[in-house]
């Protein structure tokens, strides 16, 4: 098995004049210096429109763009934009920290101007995108487009219960309504995913695959589940019966309430998992590689009373178990899949990984809890698996060595011969780049030796995530040959590449 590394980087974590990392000039870049760093992979979270919290895993939509990652310059070359329409707007004080709040208010404005010029350009290559990706594309423009209408609220609170249930008749009435703004939202997608093409090639063209992260569960407040009541776990009044979560764990002590709703799994089942197969399809187009977030709830999944304060008590039901995988192999193919096995795992979600045949993650930060057997050490490990150092869910590397146990530390710094002049958290990152794993994988704050405070997500906590950026100019041609050097020297970048490293 080849082996290779990667980053974890969200888009939006990149640096900008404009608030929030985009698909733009620093995207091209930060693909340019993980070429130079010898990198074959770059994960990302995932990038569909955020809502309640700002989480990726919380959208609007499992198919939709989020419009933030747009490039403003990008449209401003096309003639889209001009400077003014956009450059002296309110984008945050923080260059480091992302102000979902000034994007809010400041974002949608800048796109209706690109739209009211765009709208008429390149029409053969908008009608062709409208009709290729019709399926979705017709339900969330309308979900938003009521959404607006209607302040901004869920569509379970909307006063009008004919458009709420997503009867034909309301539909056709809203739709003849709110045909501008239909409009508006199809093409916010158009220019999405006209920038999301562009970049893939330009990153696959330099032998860099994108890894992108698919949430298990989709968001209540959702087209999804707005527009495909049966294929969820609701009542006559399309609430939740139950909602998703998980028990208590290494993140929290009350459990994690997601609050997702669950999936209707005999329906799914009847109808050969259909709407899951169109999801997974549309992935595997975006991105070369996906992680199925939360593997675990294939096998049984864990259900939390819809109205529960937290995730204490729940139930564990029975997923689809591997009927559903030898459905995806025969409906959509042998895809790259890389499964989050993380979680409270029993002897059933292990049978069922191996059986998938897909690689599981392997955590370093999990292996030194107390100097306990466990296997997130990496003697444990096989081939077919990702390592990671930590992901957007864990504490920087930095950070967790600043809070972790004294007898942790010790165990950690022994295991992985770590010391302070080649610095822990490169200690970390060596450690996983020289295990058996076949993809190594570090978070960007690793790379940089970042504390807490730039961590990405504390879970079970509301406020202050998914906020950090990168500072500009932090990604140094000369923390690019480090990287390199230490993927060379554990057989993680291409032999073709050897003799250059050697030159440099």
């Not at 008590?313 to 995988?325: N, V």
Request: contains cysteine; aromatic residues 16%.
């Amino acid at each position: 098995m080849t082996r290779h590394a990667g980053i974890l980087m969200h888009l939006t974590s990149l640096p900008s004049p404009y608030g929030v990392g985009t698909m733009g000039k620093a995207a091209y870049e930060f693909a340019d210096f993980l070429q130079q760093a010898g990198q074959t992979y770059w994960q990302l979270l995932p990038v569909g429109p955020t809502s309640y919290g700002d989480s990726p895993y919380q959208s609007f939509s499992t198919y939709a763009g989020n419009p933030y990652l747009i490039d403003l310059d990008l449209l401003a070359e096309e003639g889209l934009l001009f400077p003014e329409d956009y450059q002296d707007r309110e984008w945050g004080q923080d260059t480091e920290a992302v102000d979902y709040g000034a994007l809010y208010n400041n974002r949608f404005a800048v796109l209706r101007r690109a739209y009211e010029r765009g709208k008429q350009k390149d029409q053969k290559a908008y009608r062709r995108f409208e009709k290729q990706n019709q399926a979705w594309l017709d339900d969330y423009a309308l979900f938003m487009a009521i959404k607006s209408h209607f302040d901004m609220k869920a569509w379970y609170q909307w006063p009008d219960k004919g458009i709420r249930l997503h009867k034909k008749k309301s539909m056709e009435q809203y739709a003849s309504l709110l045909k501008d703004e239909i409009s508006f939202w199809k093409y916010v997608q158009y220019l999405f995913f006209s920038q999301w093409r562009r970049l893939k090639k330009y990153v696959n063209g330099l032998g860099i695959r994108l890894f992108g992260d698919m949430p298990i569960y989709v968001a209540l407040d959702s087209a999804d589940a707005w527009a495909n009541p049966e294929v969820f776990w609701l009542d006559k009044e399309r609430k939740p019966v139950c909602v998703a979560g998980c028990p208590p764990d290494y993140f929290s002590e009350t459990g994690q309430l997601w609050g997702n709703p669950l999936y209707n799994w005999k329906y799914l089942k009847e109808t050969h998992y259909g709407w899951w197969m169109d999801r997974i399809r549309h992935a595997s187009k975006i991105f070369d590689v996906t992680r199925i977030d939360h593997f675990r709830a294939f096998h049984n999944y864990y259900a939390i009373p819809f109205g529960a304060e937290n995730a204490v008590k729940g139930e564990w039901k029975k997923g689809p178990g591997m009927d559903f995988f030898r459905t995806l192999r025969h409906s959509v193919g042998d895809i790259p899949i890389i499964a989050e096995d993380l979680g409270f795992l029993t002897p059933g979600v292990h049978r069922l990984l191996k059986q998938t045949g897909y690689p599981g993650m392997k955590i370093l930060q999990f292996a030194f809890d107390s100097g306990e057997e466990n296997n997130y050490l990496p003697h444990n490990y096989d081939a077919n698996s990702v390592v990671y150092t930590g992901t957007h869910d864990n504490d920087t590397t930095a950070g967790w060595f600043a809070a972790a146990k004294a007898a942790d530390r010790n165990f950690a710094a022994q295991y992985c011969r770590l010391t302070k002049t080649e610095g822990y958290h490169w200690g970390l990152i060596r450690t996983a780049y020289a295990s058996v794993s076949f993809l190594a994988i570090a978070q960007m704050q690793d790379f940089l030796g970042l504390p807490s405070r730039c961590r990405m997500n504390t879970p079970s906590t509301a406020q202050g995530n998914w906020q950090w950026r990168m500072k500009a100019g932090a990604a140094t041609p000369a923390l690019a040959k480090k990287i390199r050097k230490l993927a060379t020297l554990y057989g993680r970048l291409e032999r073709q590449d050897d003799q250059a490293d050697e030159e440099r």
